[in-house]
């Protein structure tokens, strides 16, 4: 009969066993980890006869029926009727992502694909931000999603002035890692192309190097000052760049991928197809995750009923941000089915974050 050892990245390595999973002996968790491992590769619950044809536990077949009914009695796994498998459940899907944490590398084919798509030269930040869902979604065969950056937290490259019309200008903040701001401003008097190009000229002098929260701040400081009120000049200057530097009220998310993540087994239900969908669709659940991923600056993993919004409940979300430097600008992540390959979708979506990251720094 054919075997295959555990594979090295499930092997118990002792000094990695964290203090929640002493309550299961090793050869109990070298058949956790194997049970998650063959209901990620089959989408099917797992039999006893299964995990001993295909893995070298040292044990025999009475052993591993008793060990695998322990685990659910430990709400490891569950066994949906009595003649069938059994299927991990959330707590058995986060013992095994909390033992692949760190220890899972990134294959060379993967990383090889992710440099050569950023390899292709200067382009648009928005475009780039949008082809890395487009990436994210080919390599895992999952819907993805990435947060554009919110420019409050970029640096300011310039600010630029121009008359649309009498007494209407649009005035453009440039960030230093690319993407624009943009607003259109009505003014009390119109100014002429030469005089908004002055004012411009005014404000780059402070606003260079501050993110556009601090612009914002500056100028409100400004305007409080004295020259401010008898200065016509730096008063317009001050009034025109404080309306563009008001913060946007949501950041852009770009998702891509759901027709790929409808071949997954999972959504032949129609119920959980329709969950999706409508995830996708709504985007608000997930960008509140999104967010606090920019905040907490992590990789994060949030396997089904962890996620805070009960309609990801049916999901993991593995989400990570990227950065320019050490200045955080967006979050990119990838949502799929709980029963996800953890092992090869998280050093993608890491190396993915790194690579865009490179990429925006310079």
């Given at each position: 009969m054919f075997t295959r050892p555990i594979p090295a990245e499930l092997q118990l390595d002792r000094a990695k066993v964290s203090e929640t999973?002493?309550?299961?002996?090793?050869?109990?968790?070298?058949?956790?980890?194997?049970?998650?491992?063959?209901?990620i590769a089959t989408a099917a619950p797992v039999g006893s006869q299964q995990i001993l044809s295909r893995y070298s536990l040292g044990v025999k077949g009475a052993t591993v029926r008793n060990m695998m009914a322990e685990l659910e009695e430990a709400g490891y796994l569950h066994q949906p009727h009595t003649s069938?498998?059994?299927?991990?459940?959330?707590?058995?899907?986060?013992?095994?992502?909390?033992?692949?944490?760190?220890?899972?590398?990134?294959?060379f084919e993967d990383r090889a694909q992710?440099?050569?798509?950023?390899?292709g030269g200067t382009r648009d930040l928005n475009e780039i931000v949008r082809d890395t869902s487009r990436l994210l979604a080919f390599l895992t065969g999952?819907?993805?999603?990435?947060?554009?950056?919110?420019?409050?937290?970029?640096?300011?490259?310039?600010?630029?002035?121009?008359?649309?019309?009498?007494?209407?200008?649009?005035?453009?903040f440039a960030a230093v890692a690319g993407g624009v701001h943009n607003r259109l401003v009505e003014t009390d008097q119109d100014y002429s192309q030469d005089e908004l190009d002055r004012m411009a000229r005014y404000l780059n002098e402070s606003l260079h190097g501050r993110t556009l929260e601090e612009a914002r701040r500056w100028i409100e400081r400004q305007l409080k000052e004295e020259r401010a009120a008898y200065d016509r000049f730096v008063r317009a200057a001050l009034t025109i760049g404080g309306a563009i530097?008001?913060?946007?009220?949501?950041?852009?998310?770009?998702?891509?991928g759901g027709a790929r993540a409808l071949e997954q087994p999972e959504f032949s239900d129609?119920?959980?197809?329709?969950?999706?969908?409508?995830?996708?669709?709504d985007k608000s659940a997930l960008l509140d995750l999104l967010e606090q991923t920019v905040k907490s600056g992590n990789l994060t993993?949030?396997?089904?009923s962890e996620n805070p919004d009960s309609r990801l409940n049916a999901f993991s979300v593995i989400a990570t941000s990227y950065a320019s430097g050490a200045m955080p600008l967006g979050s990119l992540a990838v949502v799929g089915p709980v029963r996800m390959d953890y092992g090869r979708v998280i050093p993608l979506v890491d190396y993915t974050a790194k690579a865009l990251s490179r990429i925006l720094e310079h």
């Open positions: 999973t002493t309550e299961l002996a090793r050869r109990r968790e070298a058949l956790l980890l194997a049970a998650v491992q063959e209901f069938a498998g059994r299927i991990p459940t959330d707590k058995a899907f986060r013992h095994y992502v909390d033992h692949l944490m760190g220890s899972n590398q990134i294959a992710i440099e050569l798509h950023y390899s999952q819907a993805a999603l990435v947060m554009a950056p919110r420019l409050e937290e970029a640096k300011l490259e310039q600010v630029n002035f121009v008359r649309v019309r009498e007494r209407q200008v649009l005035g453009i530097a008001v913060s946007p009220a949501s950041a852009e998310v770009y998702v891509e129609v119920g959980k197809l329709r969950e999706l969908l409508r995830v996708l669709d993993v949030s396997i089904g």
